[in-house]
């Protein structure tokens, strides 16, 4: 049976009050959507606006504005991936009184911290009207739960712990296959760097927590690293020392940070680089056509593996859409959760999205090339929880581990980096 994190969270912290915002086919998401043609505007919020992620909102989109004549989408994504510019200005939204009339999160301790918050109202209604327990992984709802209430509605599986790679850079550097442990792989940084190619391509400071996270989980192993999030987690000891330490010196193999994660991305299967470790929201930027992807051929122009040391783990995150007390537009908002919980919307928004459905009756005919390879480990691997993404740890936890990231990248000083790790764990673990 499937080891799933019991989601540990406390209330979220006042975040900074950022106004970036703007993006996709959107508008400013702090104001207030005006009526248009007598339809009611529904707020969608998300952080879906780049190459890639904006494809599988828009298919989703469609089928909202097919079925939901009487009303209409409003884009409120925010830009930058991985949300964190997203959740500082939906904290301020939240703490304004002024929540969008739905709002993506992460199943985990990042949504038990809005439900504990009392920003959430409770969904059983619709999860009784949709029959939606028959078609969610009871493992998955005890994720989005709290006292017997379920409170946001899933829509993928998404995978953290790929590494993605350019076959003929590789081969050029007289690497023969994906690295499998971490000494392989960073053998292989090695080879690449020989050959003046960028061994490890990077983007902006929350990927570099993304590598941190898969790092952890290949040096540790599964239930160690799993062990770290509990009360008790030995952050301070020998293991995640040496972690740290393989986690740093493949940080002396990265190339120049880029903007966001797609630039990172596109330089591995533009050719500069060999190696990236993202998520699996990168196969859709690969793979779909030009536009919103990169229209690249797979096992060509890019290839994958799990990341070195996370063979048969599938360290997850999911996405969710969430119903804000308050929400301006209640009727429009349960309207796009009905379709973010359907097979249809599942179907439509997944495969562009490079995720795989979080309901288990999709189907399966869509989910190919990577994705079967991703529907299939998700049926039977260990499970481990994303840090970055909201599974493990929960929003302040999160920010302190951020910190220490940061000040890592300025100072490479694996110590400190260590101390704030486990200072970290201290002041937030329950
Ligand atoms: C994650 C999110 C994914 C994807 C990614 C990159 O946090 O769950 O859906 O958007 O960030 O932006």
């Not at 619709?126 to 493992?139: A, C, G, I, N, R």
């Not at 190696?275 to 990168?282: E, T």
């Not at 919307?345 to 190919?368: H, W």
Request: hydrophobic share 40%; net charge negative.
């Amino acid at each position: 049976m499937r080891r799933w994190l019991a989601a540990a969270s406390i209330m979220m912290a006042g975040v900074l009050g950022l106004a970036a915002c703007g993006g996709g086919g959107g508008g400013e998401s702090s104001q207030q959507p005006a009526a248009g043609g007598g339809k009611q505007q529904v707020e969608v919020f998300s952080w879906w606006t780049g190459p890639g992620e904006a494809d599988g909102l828009a298919e989703m989109r469609k089928i909202f504005e097919q079925q939901n004549s009487g009303y209409s989408f409003f884009d409120a994504a925010v830009a930058g991936g991985s949300g964190d510019k997203a959740k500082a200005l939906l904290e301020s939204k939240l703490q304004a009184g002024q929540p969008p009339d739905t709002f993506q999160g992460h199943a985990g301790a990042e949504l038990q911290g809005y439900i504990k918050a009392g920003n959430l109202e409770d969904l059983t209604f619709l999860y009784d009207e949709l029959k939606l327990k028959d078609v969610f992984p009871q493992q998955l709802v005890d994720q989005i739960s709290v006292d017997g209430k379920i409170y946001s509605v899933p829509v993928n599986i998404h995978r953290s712990n790929v590494l993605w790679f350019n076959p003929g850079v590789l081969k050029e550097a007289g690497v023969a296959a994906a690295p499998k442990t971490i000494d392989e792989f960073i053998a292989a940084l090695e080879k690449v760097k020989a050959t003046g190619k960028i061994p490890l391509s990077i983007g902006s400071e929350w990927t570099v927590t993304h590598l941190l996270e898969n790092v952890l989980l290949g040096s540790l192993g599964t239930d160690a690293y799993n062990a770290l999030f509990k009360p008790g987690g030995n952050w301070a000891g020998p293991e995640v020392a040496k972690a740290l330490e393989s986690f740093n010196k493949i940080m002396s193999y990265a190339g120049d940070p880029q903007d966001d994660w797609q630039p990172a991305a596109k330089q591995v299967a533009d050719g500069q680089a060999a190696f990236n470790i993202m998520g699996d929201w990168a196969y859709g930027y690969f793979h779909n056509p030009p536009e919103g992807g990169l229209g690249k051929t797979s096992k060509t122009d890019f290839d994958w593996a799990p990341a070195p040391g996370t063979e048969g783990t599938y360290l997850w995150l999911s996405d969710s859409f969430t119903l804000p007390k308050g929400a301006k537009h209640r009727d429009g908002a349960i309207a796009w959760l009905k379709v973010a919980a359907g097979k249809e919307g599942q179907d439509a928004f997944n495969p562009k999205k490079g995720s795989i459905p979080a309901r288990t009756d999709a189907d399966k005919s869509l989910y190919t090339d990577y994705l079967a390879d991703a529907l299939k480990d998700w049926s039977d691997n260990k499970l481990a929880g994303s840090v970055q993404h909201g599974v493990s740890v929960n929003q302040p936890w999160l920010a302190a581990i951020t910190e220490a990231v940061g000040l890592y990248i300025s100072s490479k000083d694996v110590k400190a980096l260590q101390q704030g790790l486990a200072d970290a764990a201290t002041a937030n673990a329950q």
